[in-house]
């Protein structure tokens, strides 16, 4: 049994440091010469973790103020959510699903994205995206698009359809990523596709949350396997969201190919492999634990590995995926 639980004792006390004294007000770092201003993103993922570790507030009053906190972030007239560090879609998005947590929409619609519902404008934002030199980075804003609109509502049964479809059509058959014709090829070329990976994670959780099969979920636990396999990225080595990318593709793709009692045993050892990353590092001093952003991913991943090996990881509660709840991370 591995236990999560001094890991976790730690994230609670980094996130009660982000807190600036007004419910739902966190700022996003708190190191020395960090920007410890408000932040969307310290907001959002304070949301987040609380979400995972089950302990959002319960209180009508409490909860009320954390909705008003990360609504008074949005642009009244672009409808659009923005950081420094994020495209606006991410942000957007990312902010949208904080509120969902709450069973809360944005105040004002998302007027910026709007035009991107009339007929055919999805598709030619997709297509032109840079799936080849930026596939990770590019993937906030292509998968940012749907969660976006849809947790907001407004998105149509019909542009759904045509989103997923557009990328059905676009899965790379011999690695499972997105996209077709711009993931690289042969073994060399091993080391260029964790970027892949994370993009195609971005796509695989809107696929999960429609209750839709990737398109090639064999090709892609694969892919995930090799990559670990040969230690192509550093998974265990900074916090960041790199390992819930890589759990979560391998875990859901083997779902979908009933390979999961044969990637267990990976998924075993890299839980092995990461909680006692996780419990080496320094609270007070690690800037990685620091970003409210990156601790959210990192706590993430621990949700998706709790699940993905049954029995393995201790905590004093099951830990809660966001993504089984609602898209986008």
Not at 120 to 136: I, N, Q, S, V, Y
Request: aromatic share 10%.
């Amino acid at each position: 049994m591995l236990d999560a639980r001094p890991f976790l004792d730690r994230a609670r006390a980094i996130l009660a440091r982000h807190a600036l004294g007004e419910t739902g007000v966190y700022a996003r770092w708190t190191l020395p010469g960090a920007d410890r201003a408000p932040n969307p993103y310290g907001a959002s993922d304070a949301a987040n973790l609380l979400y995972t570790l089950d302990e959002l507030p319960t209180g009508a009053a409490t909860r009320a103020a954390w909705v008003a906190a990360l609504r008074s972030w949005q642009e009244p007239e672009t409808g659009l959510f923005r950081e420094a560090t994020h495209d606006p879609i991410h942000t957007t998005a990312h902010c949208v699903a904080a509120l969902e947590c709450f069973d809360a929409m944005p105040r004002a619609p998302l007027a910026a994205l709007a035009p991107l519902r009339e007929a055919g404008a999805m598709e030619e934002f997709l297509g032109a995206l840079d799936w080849t030199g930026r596939p990770w980075t590019e993937s906030h804003k292509g998968a940012g698009l749907f969660a976006a609109l849809h947790l907001a509502g407004e998105s149509t049964p019909d542009w759904e359809a045509r989103y997923f479809a557009w990328l059905a059509r676009e899965g790379d058959p011999e690695t499972g990523l997105w996209r077709r014709g711009a993931v690289p090829r042969g073994e060399a070329a091993l080391g260029l596709l964790f970027p892949h990976l994370a993009g195609t994670f971005h796509y695989l959780f809107n696929f999960e949350h429609a209750g839709k099969a990737p398109p090639h979920p064999a090709a892609l636990a694969v892919t995930c396997e090799r990559i670990y396999a040969r230690r192509v990225y550093p998974l265990a080595r900074f916090v960041s969201f790199a390992a819930v990318d890589w759990v979560y593709c391998l875990h859901r793709a083997a779902r979908h190919c009933d390979r999961v009692d044969a990637v267990r045993p990976m998924l075993r050892a890299f839980a092995t492999e990461y909680v006692a990353f996780l419990d080496g590092l320094d609270p007070a001093a690690d800037p990685g634990l620091d970003d409210l952003h990156a601790l959210f991913g990192a706590t993430s991943a621990l949700a998706e590995l709790q699940n993905a090996v049954p029995g393995e990881i201790e905590s004093e509660r099951p830990l809660r995926l966001v993504l089984d709840r609602r898209p986008f991370l």
